[in-house]
Nanobody, 122 residues
Framework: QVQLVESGGGLVQAGGSLRLSCAAS????????MGWFRQAPGKERDFVAA????????YYADSVKGRFTISRDNAKNTVYLQMNSLKPEDTANYYC???????????????WGQGTQVTVSS
């Protein structure tokens, strides 16, 4: 069982940066791949980025490649999403998730946080 709590969202101007954090409870955090997803009002939940259990492999959606960086610190049971060069279209509720594989399919993730809102103004 893993419980996930996101933080770090907020309001930022276009071109700015934010760093999201996802703190996990449970002793098995380091055995899970972790993913970040986002969902805007009226839209489906979209994949953003994912990272393997040891941080050795990362995977990004094309829309964020080169702007966002996913990382993790297993000693702190935390995964991060550094978001640079933010655009208004990045506005969404951002969720972290834990699962067995580094994949873009949200149905393959077993545990989800409650989300943190990111709003990018133009």
């Amino acid at each position: 069982q893993v419980q996930l709590v996101e933080s770090g969202g907020g309001l930022v101007q276009a071109g700015g940066s934010l760093r999201l954090s996802c703190a996990a409870s449970g002793r098995t955090f380091s055995s899970y791949a972790m993913g970040w997803f986002r969902q805007a009002p009226g839209k489906e939940r979209d994949f953003v980025a994912a990272i393997s259990w040891n941080g050795g492999y990362t995977y990004y959606a094309d829309s964020v490649k080169g702007r966002f960086t996913i990382s993790r610190d297993n000693a702190k049971n935390t995964v991060y999403l550094q978001m640079n060069s933010l655009k208004p279209e990045d506005t969404a509720n951002y969720y972290c998730a834990a699962g067995p594989w580094v994949v873009a399919d949200p149905t393959k993730y077993d545990y989800w946080g409650q989300g943190t809102q990111v709003t990018v103004s133009s």
